[in-house]
Structures are given as C-alpha cells and as structure tokens.
Antibody, heavy 121, light 109 residues
Framework: QVQLQESGPGLVKPSETLSLTCAVS?????????WGWIRQSPGKGLEWIGS???????YYKSSLKSRVTISVDTSKNQFSLKLSSVTAADTAVYYC??????????????WGQGTLVTVSS | SYVLTQPPSVSVAPGQTARISCGGN??????VHWYQQKPGQAPVLVVY???GRPSGIPERFSGSNSGSTATLTISRVEAGDEADYYC????????????FGTGTKVTVL
C-alpha cells in the first residue's frame, strides 16, 4: 500500500521560505510516476502547485513558478517543496500525492494526509 | 484558462441517488476524475477517467462524461457519503495544468 506523509513547520513568517517534505512508503520513487504538491486554502478548493519525476524533471503552476522549487531525494524516497517569499495568501493545507496517467490525462491516486501551514508573524 | 463549474451543494435523502455535475468547455473530450473529501481529511479518488473506479471504491459511485458536462452519480446514498466532491481534468494548454472544479458539498438529509 502506497503511503505518503508530509512534514515540516506549521508556522512560517511572512517573506520567509516554506519548506515541506513528503516521505513515501510502499513504493519506490525510482519505479516511476510523477509526484506532486497540491494545496487547499482554508475553506477553499484545491490548487496544484507542481510535480516532479524521480529523475528531477519538474513542472510548476505558472503563477507560482518564480517562487517554487520541488526536489527529490531518491536515497530517502522522499520529495520536497520550497515556496519562497510567502504571504498570508499561502496559508493552506499542503498535500503531496502520486500522479497517474491514462490516455494522456493526469490525475492523483494516492494522497498524503496533508499538513497545515500558517503564514503569520 | 480552462474552468470547471460545479453546483455548490446537493442534498439527498438516504437511499436515493445524488448526481453532481461538472461543466466545462467540451469536457466530453477530456478525461474527468472525481475526488471525495470529508472534513479534515485528504481527498480520495473515487472515479478516474470518466467512469473508472479505483480498488476499494463501492460500485455505488459511477461517472459519465459527454458534451459539456461530466457527472458523478452516487447511488443508494449513505450517511457516510456526506462530503465535498471535486472534479478534475488535465489541460496542457492551461497555465495550471491540473484544473479542479469548484467543489460540491453533498448533504445527506
């Protein structure tokens, strides 16, 4: 059974960098698939942030691209998210998930439980 | 950018059928996926590729997609089906690639 677990600080100050890690168990990142980060602001809908392949190939949401870095550590079977220059608008529950692909269309089949990150001084 | 529109809420009595729509321009040409999210929990994939059902998802959950509307149908609704439901498509021409619907709150009366 594939399991994902997010970890990282729950409180980040404005203008600083948000850093989260997603530890994957039950599946080796090197076996394939892309992996992604999705967030959900309080009371709002889901917003995809970016995705990464185990080789390090990444792609990001355009409006966040200048602030986002996603990286992978295959030795630890985990991948990470960094979001710089955060503001209150970045307060959200952050999820990591595994991407699947069918008929050229992508979706997420396994999700972590999510971690709340609050941006506040 | 591509937009997916869902009704904010749907109410249904136990044992009845709930239908949740997801509207989008020529959505019938895309593969639509549906997620269930209960309060305080992560989303769970309930339908993929219009009508596929992941392992462990009851047969009561089904999907269809045609024209400008995709639909998630929940048959014989149970109290445990009360949740938010989101549709999602992949749009390589969109600046966000993964487009999520606005979400529908299903209330079991």
């Amino acid at each position: 059974q594939v399991q994902l677990q997010e970890s990282g600080p729950g409180l980040v100050k404005p203008s600083e960098t948000l850093s989260l890690t997603c530890a994957v168990s039950g599946y080796s990142l090197t076996n394939g698939y892309y992996w992604g980060w999705i967030r959900q602001s309080p009371g709002k809908g889901l917003e995809w942030i970016g995705s990464i392949f185990h080789t390090g190939i990444t792609y990001y949401k355009s409006s966040l691209k200048s602030r986002v870095t996603i990286s992978v550590d295959t030795s630890k079977n985990q991948f990470s998210l960094k979001l710089s220059s955060v503001t209150a608008a970045d307060t959200a529950v952050y999820y990591c998930a595994r991407r699947r692909r069918i008929r050229g269309q992508n979706y997420f089949d396994y999700w972590g439980q999510g971690t709340l990150v609050t941006v506040s001084s | 950018s591509y937009v997916l529109t869902q009704p904010p809420s749907v109410s249904v009595a136990p044992g009845q059928t709930a239908r949740i729509s997801c509207g989008g321009n020529n959505i019938g040409n895309k593969s639509v996926h549906w997620y269930q999210q209960k309060p305080g929990q992560a989303p769970v994939l309930v339908v993929y590729d219009d009508s596929g059902r992941p392992s462990g998802i009851p047969e009561r959950f089904s999907g269809s997609n045609s024209g400008s509307t995709a639909t998630l149908t929940i048959s014989r609704v149970e109290a445990g089906d009360e949740a938010d439901y989101y549709c999602q498509v992949w749009d390589s021409t969109s600046d966000q690639f993964y487009v999520f619907g606005t979400g529908t709150k299903v209330t079991v009366l």
